[in-house]
C-alpha cells in the first residue's frame, strides 16, 4: 500500500456537496434528471490513493470528469490546493490544468490516431512550456523511458500499438506535465490479464518516485485492498462508505459495502476469514432517472427499516476516520 495513513495530513483535493445532474426530458410536464453525482463530499490527501468503486452507472466516472471541468457541478464545489476550481476547465488556469490531470479507461479513444507519439507528447510539453524547442525531443525521449517503451516508439501512431502500449503513451501524457494530483478512471479495465499487472506496478512505482496523489477509480475491490491507502465506495451519485483501507476491508459497516465484499473471490484462508457473511440482494437496482424516496439503496437492502424509505440517511463518522450513510449507524 502506498502512503501512510498516519503522515498523510494535507488535503490536496476536496469536494463539497458536488452535484452533476443531466437533463434527460420530461415526464408529466416536471423536468426528468438523472443524478449522476448527487451530493459527494470527499476529500483526498496529498500523497494517497484514494480508491474510489461502485458498479458501472454508479457515477464515478461523472464525480471524476466534474473534477476534471468537463462537466460543470449543478451544485457544490471542488477545491483543490486551496483554490476554489467548480468552474469549467476552459476557464481553469493553465497551473491547475498541469497540476491536475487524468488517464482515461480507453486509450484507444483518448489519443488522437490521426498524430503519432511524438506529436502526441509535444501538446502538453509546448501548452505548458516545460520544454524548449530544442529540448522537446529529449523530453519526450525520457517520458518514453518512464513508462518503458523505447526511444523509436515517437514515431509511431497509437493505432499501430497494443492496448497497454497505448496506456502506457496514455500514462507518459498524463505525467507529461509534472502533476500534482492524477485521476486514474479505470485505467486497467480495457486492457488484457496478461497487461494489467505491469500497468499497476508502473502507476505504483511512478508514484512513489514522484509523490504523486491517485483517485484510482475502480470495480475491482480486491485490486484496492492491495494498493489504496482509504477506500470510498459510490452508489447511485452517493457516497455510501469511505474508510482506511484496513479498517474497510476488516470492518465494513454499510450494508452495500458488505454485499460487494462478500461477493469477491479470495486466495488465501486469512482473506476467507475476513470475509463478511453472503449478503443478498433483495431487489433490483432503480433507474438512476426514478431513485426512491430514502436511503437510495432500500429496495436492495437485507436490512431495512421503517425509516429506510422515507428518510435519506446523513454521513456519520461511525468510527474515527470511517464514515458512513446508513439508519443502522449514529
Ligand atoms: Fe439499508 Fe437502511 Fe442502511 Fe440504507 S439506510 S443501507 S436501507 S439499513
Avoid: W
Amino acid at each position: 500500500m502506498s502512503g501512510d495513513a498516519l503522515t498523510l495530513t494535507e488535503t490536496i483535493l476536496e469536494v463539497q456537496n458536488l452535484k452533476t445532474y443531466f437533463s434527460v426530458g420530461k415526464a408529466e410536464g416536471k423536468p426528468l434528471f438523472v443524478k449522476a453525482v448527487d451530493g459527494v463530499s470527499l476529500k483526498v490527501k496529498r500523497g494517497e490513493i484514494m480508491g474510489l468503486v461502485g458498479e458501472s452507472g454508479s457515477g464515478k466516472s461523472t464525480l471524476a470528469y466534474t473534477v476534471m471541468g468537463m462537466y460543470p457541478p449543478t451544485e457544490g464545489k471542488i477545491i483543490f490546493q486551496g483554490q476554489d476550481i467548480s468552474m469549467p476547465s476552459a476557464k481553469r488556469s493553465l497551473s491547475i490544468k498541469k497540476d491536475l490531470q487524468i488517464v482515461f479507461q480507453d486509450p484507444g479513444s483518448s489519443l488522437n490516431s490521426r498524430q503519432n507519439v511524438r506529436q502526441i507528447l509535444e501538446l502538453p510539453l509546448r501548452v505548458h512550456k516545460i520544454a524548449s524547442k530544442n529540448g522537446l525531443e529529449e523530453k519526450i525521449v525520457q517520458l518514453l523511458k518512464m513508462v518503458e517503451l523505447p526511444p523509436n516508439y515517437m514515431h509511431k501512431s497509437p493505432a499501430s500499438m497494443g492496448g497497454g502500449e497505448r496506456q502506457m503513451i496514455s500514462i507518459a501524457r498524463a505525467l507529461a506535465t509534472d502533476p500534482q494530483f492524477v485521476i486514474l478512471d479505470e485505467p486497467t479495465s480495457a486492457l488484457d490479464v496478461s497487461i494489467q499487472a505491469k500497468i499497476i506496478n508502473m502507476l505504483l512505482k511512478l508514484q512513489e518516485e514522484k509523490g504523486l496523489t491517485y483517485l484510482f477509480i475502480t470495480h475491482d475491490l480486491s485490486l484496492m485492498r492491495n494498493i489504496a491507502t482509504r477506500v470510498a465506495i459510490m452508489y447511485l451519485g452517493k457516497i455510501c462508505e469511505t474508510a482506511p483501507t484496513e479498517d474497510f476491508f476488516q470492518a465494513p459497516l454499510h450494508p452495500y459495502t458488505r454485499m460487494l465484499l462478500s461477493s469477491i473471490p479470495v486466495v488465501s484462508e486469512e482473506e476467507e476469514e475476513l470475509k463478511p457473511k453472503k449478503v443478498v440482494s433483495t431487489g433490483e437496482i432503480p433507474s438512476p432517472v426514478n431513485v426512491p424516496p430514502g436511503c437510495s439503496f432500500h429496495l436492495r437492502c437485507p436490512e431495512k427499516r421503517e425509516v429506510c424509505m422515507e428518510v435519506d440517511p446523513e454521513m456519520v463518522e461511525a468510527e474515527p476516520g470511517h464514515f458512513v450513510r446508513c439508519h443502522l449507524y449514529g
